[in-house]
């Protein structure tokens, strides 16, 4: 069965800070026309942190898109042209204080793609330790350290405050690790 | 530490088929203002779907955001007002033409919490057989069922066809029943 679409014509409808969204009008492997909606973001890091303790590292912070508080793991956008260990390294230090030995890359994936090009960049932080050097933090975060031990984690999830895919493959990796 | 955001002002920016974007003006806790761009989606269901034959049920189709072919678990949006385990029988039904004698609710999960709301609900169905009654199928569709094994499944996911968040947390969950 053929099924690429082939884009016809692009429309770009919003700019933002974070995403942009664009409407392409696309063939359809039977000739027809479609049209699809697609919101458009630079990529992000997410990183699995385990403490000389066996807890995973956790951040709380506000979703306005939820409009609740989550547990997620440490993470952060790409800025354009950046390599995502770059991001990652970053992140780590800005989000945690913490620095590691080593950050190993285990996969991407993309988060929703059925209408936008978000691809999380997943690593494993090998050895953290305290960072010699804070980077700045963003003025508009408001972001506070969570370490978790796998059972707390289990009622994290229960509670509804670990709720989101990224950390959920990164809790079950952790699980599969063990 | 106080996290809420206060929501002071609601910008409608598009309203689409699948999606919608506002721009939220929020207080932030600290008493400034910040911008937040969100994605309004009205939530889908996630099928884990495995034959007699101990082999995942996958859907091939073509995601316009990516640009690609992908190997996903049956999926669907939910209609307005709809209980999640009616979208998730009705999907099966369209996408792979099996039905199953249950269909057990295993969690729920934001996919990209940081710029959408989509909430995905996740389902494992047991005891899968061929649909009685074939529901008609959207006419823009065009999907291919595939059947793999764990090996299959991993090779799949090293050549980049599986690559999304809900199907990894799929085939996790499927590991971690083993």
Redesign the interface.
Known sequence: ?????K?KKVEH??D????D?D??T?E???G?E??????R?QG?VAIIAITDENKMVFI???????GQ??L?VP?GKIEPGEDPNVTAVRELNEETRFEADKLEFI????????????K?YMYHAVNLKPVKDELPQD??E?L?LVELSLPEVEQA?AEGLI????T??AV??W??MQ
């Open positions: 069965m053929e099924f690429e679409e884009v409808v919003f933002g800070k974070i995403i969204l409407i392409e696309v359809l492997p039977n027809k479609a049209k699809r909606e697609i919101i973001h992000a709380k912070q506000w979703r306005a898109p939820l508080v989550t997620e993470a996969n991407t994936f993309y988060t929703s793609p059925g209408f936008a090009d978000e999380m003025s508009d408001f506070e999830i709720c989101d895919s990224k959920l493959i079950m990796y699980k599969l």
